[in-house]
């Protein structure tokens, strides 16, 4: 063949391809985000009947139930899309335990389309998300996360699909929180991270070239970066989100007081003027997203609904508090008409589970408790003292709750684990989270989780040295001046003196020094110096006196704090314990705070 009929073929191929004829589509979505190794229910406090009542929601089989239910519900030729936006992995002992290989099963019983990257399944590094990938029968896409050919991941992802539907091609692009990925996780150095909205644009403009208008998003890179990438691109229609683990919903959530953060769908204008419209269905197997969707022939949004659901248990204690606040459990009509209020609305679906999901669900669940009981390391040397009668330093115990230090190094160790990039200065942990001493001996998973059974997250904050000393007054204070003395502060990589009382100025801190983590001495802190602080998500959010870390907008990284215990007496099989606190405190031996 004719250089010149080849060229002739090529043109007319991509004239076709261009201008494809292109017809309206019904389409409905359902997702989920951010599921973390949550196989199981989770209990959420929200109002029923004006009243704040504890129900028990979710489950992994029994949301598989609802999404079967729905598709049994449609036409076999009206079958929704289902997709996962990210960090399926990560953030219980089923993680921890089985390496993805559960998380795996259960999101191949859910078969799901497609699935996206999330920045926690690179925390066990490109061998640990390997292990996830080789189990997953899932279609992966991300687009700006790019190994290269000799990275153990290559090939094991697309940056897009395009997905027929009724004749019609929908195009799906992948997406991964970029800037996470690489500061707070563990991807190899042979594996390229780009800008979002540089990719996601490159990949439209393909599938533009390919004849596709319909383009959703299946993006990991939250509501903030998400909808940046929505107003500085041109073609996308929709974004499934995941990452901020926020709930979009609607007036009949908001009745029942559940966390709203923005509407479902929410509505935002693209470079071109045109809408495109995100949800996020919140976290774990809390809720399923689902949307149905009318595009026109030019492929944009001409109406949009959606419907998200929350199954409930009816096993349920329903637990509240009485005009005293004394818990008590509703029985009778009082729970006859907690049910009925429930089963009388759209978002919320009585829970049961599919049968095949609860197979798997109930092997891991089984192995999970036998493999509880395993050995995670040893502790030898001394007890180091926690728990409520050690939580301020005292006559008896000078030093105060050295179990507290060592909860904040583990925290610290944990940020410190994903490299160079993550660049943590230090911990600052409340006593009050430490309910016991920490005893010398072998440790094993259900330790972790009995010693920190609140399911705590690790949050990140950018804090100027000035503002460190403000949280560490504040918190010395609310302990020793009348609210929780389980405020009282410990930290890792960080030191501090203070006093009982304040001083004419008013403040009770003498000294705070700060490790050097390269050369391992202590210095100054400096207060206009800006530090990487990790913590807890309950103090974080300014709970415990510490107003100020609620003022800054940290990030969680919905890393477990028991989860940082296990990896870090995994890393140090037998470890010394601790035999100082990392806080000198000059208290009153004659007028001693007391433990409250």
């Given at each position: 063949m004719k250089k010149s009929s080849l060229i002739l073929i090529t043109i007319l191929a991509t004239t076709f391809q261009s201008y494809a004829k292109n017809y309206p589509l019904n389409l409905s979505i359902v997702h989920m985000n951010d599921t973390h190794s949550h196989f199981e229910p989770e209990t959420v406090k929200f109002t029923i009947n004006g009243k704040p009542t504890s129900v028990k929601i979710g489950g992994f089989p029994e949301v598989i139930h609802e999404l079967n239910e729905y598709r049994k519900s449609l036409p076999k030729n009206r079958q929704p899309l289902v997709l996962h936006a990210g960090d399926a992995l990560n953030g219980t002992l089923y993680y921890t335990l089985f390496k993805g290989v559960?998380?795996?099963?259960?999101?191949?019983?859910?078969?799901?389309?497609?699935?996206?990257?999330?920045?926690?399944?690179?925390?066990?590094?490109?061998k640990g998300l390997k292990i996830f990938l080789d189990n997953l029968k899932v279609p992966v896409l991300s687009s700006n996360i790019i190994p290269n050919k000799k990275s153990i991941l290559y090939g094991y992802w697309k940056p897009y699909a395009i997905k027929k539907i009724r004749g019609e091609k929908v195009g799906i692009i992948g997406l991964e929180f970029a800037e996470k990925t690489r500061e707070s996780s563990s991807p190899g150095k042979d594996i390229k991270?780009?800008?979002?909205?540089?990719?996601?644009?490159?990949?439209?403009?393909?599938?533009?070239?390919k004849g596709v208008n319909k383009i959703i998003l299946l993006s990991h890179a939250g509501v903030k970066g998400n909808t940046r990438v929505a107003k500085n691109t041109k073609g996308l229609d929709v974004i499934i989100s995941g990452d901020s683990h926020f709930l979009f919903g609607n007036d009949e959530m908001r009745k029942f007081k559940l966390p709203v953060i923005s509407e479902y769908p929410t509505k935002v204008m693209s470079l071109s003027n045109e809408p495109v419209y995100i949800v996020e269905g919140w976290e774990y197997t809390k809720l399923l997203g689902r949307l149905d969707i009318k595009f026109s022939k030019s492929g944009i949004v001409k109406s949009i609904k959606g419907n998200p659901v929350i199954v409930y248990h009816e096993d349920s204690s329903f637990e509240r508090k009485d005009e005293n606040g004394k818990k008590y459990t509703p029985k009778g009509k009082e729970r006859e008409e907690i049910l009925e209020t429930l089963k009388n609305t759209k978002t919320f679906k009585l829970a049961k589970p599919d049968k095949k999901a609860k197979k798997i669900f109930d092997k891991y669940y089984k192995l999970k408790k036998q493999l509880g009981d395993q050995v995670i390391g040893e502790l030898t040397g001394d007890v180091m003292p926690g728990g409520s009668e050690h939580r301020i330093p005292h006559k008896n115990n000078p030093k105060g709750s050295i179990a507290t230090r060592f909860v904040?190094?583990?925290?610290?160790?944990?940020?410190?684990?994903?490299?160079?990039?993550?660049?943590?200065?230090?911990?600052?942990?409340?006593?009050?989270?430490?309910?016991?001493?920490?005893?010398?001996?072998?440790?094993?998973?259900?330790?972790?989780?009995?010693?920190?059974?609140?399911?705590?997250?690790?949050?990140?904050?950018?804090?100027?040295?000035?503002?460190?000393?403000?949280?560490?007054?504040?918190?010395?204070?609310?302990?020793?001046?009348?609210?929780?003395?389980g405020s009282f502060p410990y930290g890792a990589g960080l030191r501090y003196e203070a006093n009982q009382y304040k001083d004419k100025n008013g403040k009770r801190i003498v000294k705070i020094e700060v490790e050097n983590a390269k050369t391992g001495k202590f210095e100054d802190l400096q207060d206009d110096k800006d530090y990487v602080v990790v913590t807890n998500g309950y103090i974080a959010k300014g709970k415990d006196g510490y107003k100020t870390f609620g003022k800054i907008q940290g990030k969680d990284t919905f890393i477990p704090d028991a989860q940082s215990f296990i990896k870090f007496l995994q890393m140090h099989k037998n470890f010394k314990t601790y035999t100082d606190s990392n806080v000198i405190f000059h208290f009153d031996e004659n007028n001693e705070v007391k433990t409250k």
């Open positions: 559960s998380d795996a099963k259960m999101i191949n019983a859910a078969k799901f389309d497609y699935l996206t990257l999330g920045n926690h399944e690179f925390d066990s590094g490109d991270i780009i800008d979002e909205v540089q990719a996601v644009q490159k990949y439209i403009n393909i599938l533009k070239k904040a190094e583990t925290m610290l160790t944990q940020m410190r684990s994903f490299g160079e990039n993550s660049k943590v200065d230090f911990a600052i942990q409340n006593s009050g989270g430490v309910r016991q001493n920490i005893n010398t001996g072998k440790w094993t998973y259900n330790d972790a989780y009995n010693l920190l059974p609140f399911g705590n997250t690790l949050y990140l904050l950018n804090m100027k040295g000035s503002q460190v000393k403000n949280v560490i007054e504040e918190a010395l204070d609310y302990g020793l001046g009348g609210g929780s003395t």
